[in-house]
């Protein structure tokens, strides 16, 4: 198995949150994963060298894969087809590949999820549920597409939503899929359809046409995207510590396998007033008195 990751646009949350999950992913399986981070900032994982390898893009190159909708999360579907395309020259290729959103981690053994991809099935984080039963971003996504076709798909009440923060799938289905997911993101977009979440349901599609039957990866690992202010503080405590006291990675894991994840939600609702009420505060009690140093001269 190989598990790809997609890093861009050299955000250090984003990176802090790529060497937790990897990791995590390490730490909670006897399985030997091949590891590859598709980035524009493969300095970044130096610390990691051992365990993982970078496939370097261009800001050029992820223009041109946000496509001519400037659509950000195409980014994902063309990176997972790159890394798919090259893996794929290798002499030896894996078996399978999984795709994981950098704001997830293994909560414990997936040994079970490993061999099931290996074997063939294919995982994404979890059912989201039939998007004309559910409401928010996918039900406006159902209201633009319902009974449409799209490369030759009709768009109706069977179609399920999965959650992309893991995409797991054999090697030898994988081009197909990608394939797929790109043409049927493309051609939604082409036809004024908006919602943020085009592409995991374009993903959750062209699985389901490929591969039949789709399995939840939710036993085994997390996907905290409802909350990553809170796991960044975690995370962000996690590696201070690990540099002061000079881990080593597998030091690293080992407080990983200890760690309390019932400690931090991994999803947490804001009211919709909120960010309103923060800023109207900032308004009329601003912060004063700000001091800074100057800059001087060596």
């Known amino acids: 198995m190989c598990i790809i990751y997609l890093d861009y646009g050299g955000s250090i949350a984003n990176q802090m949150q790529t060497h937790f999950s990897v990791l995590s992913y ?6 030997k ?40 999360f195409r980014i994902k579907i063309k990176a997972v087809q790159y890394a798919v395309e090259q893996l794929m020259k290798d002499a030896d290729p894996p078996a399978s590949v999984m795709f994981m959103d950098s704001d997830t981690f293994a909560i414990g053994n997936w040994d079970a ?35 449409k076709r799209y490369v030759g798909i009709t768009m109706d009440e069977k179609a399920e939503m999965w959650n992309s923060g893991v995409i797991g799938m ?33 993903f959750s599609l062209a699985l389901r046409h490929h591969c039949q039957e789709i399995h939840s990866a939710e036993p085994y690992m997390c996907h905290y995207w409802g909350n990553k202010e809170g796991w960044n503080l975690l995370q962000g405590s996690f590696f201070t510590r690990s540099l002061m006291e000079q881990h080593t990675l597998e030091e690293d894991m080992q407080l990983i396998r200890e760690l309390d994840v019932s400690s931090v939600p991994y999803y947490v609702r ?18 004063k008195n700000l001091q800074y140093l100057k800059k001087t001269k060596d």
């Open 113 to 147: 999820l490993y061999d099931d991809v290996e074997a063939g099935m294919a995982y994404m984080q979890k059912n989201e549920g039939m998007p004309y039963l559910t409401h928010g971003s996918s039900q406006r996504l159902w209201n633009d597409v319902k009974g």
């Open 270 to 287: 804001s009211p919709i007033w909120r960010k309103r009420f923060l800023k109207w505060i900032d308004h009329i009690a601003p912060l």
């Open 170 to 202: 054999p090697i030898s289905k994988a081009s197909a899929v990608c394939e797929l997911t790109l043409r049927l993101c493309d051609e939604m977009l082409a036809d004024g359809v908006r919602s943020f979440n085009v592409e995991q349901f374009c």
């Open 26 to 31: 390490l730490a909670h399986t006897t399985r």
């Open 33 to 72: 994963p091949r590891i590859l981070v598709v980035t524009d900032h493969a300095a970044a994982y130096q610390r990691l060298a051992d365990c993982v390898e970078t496939m370097e893009v261009t800001p050029e190159m992820l223009q041109e894969w946000r496509g001519e909708k400037n659509y950000s």
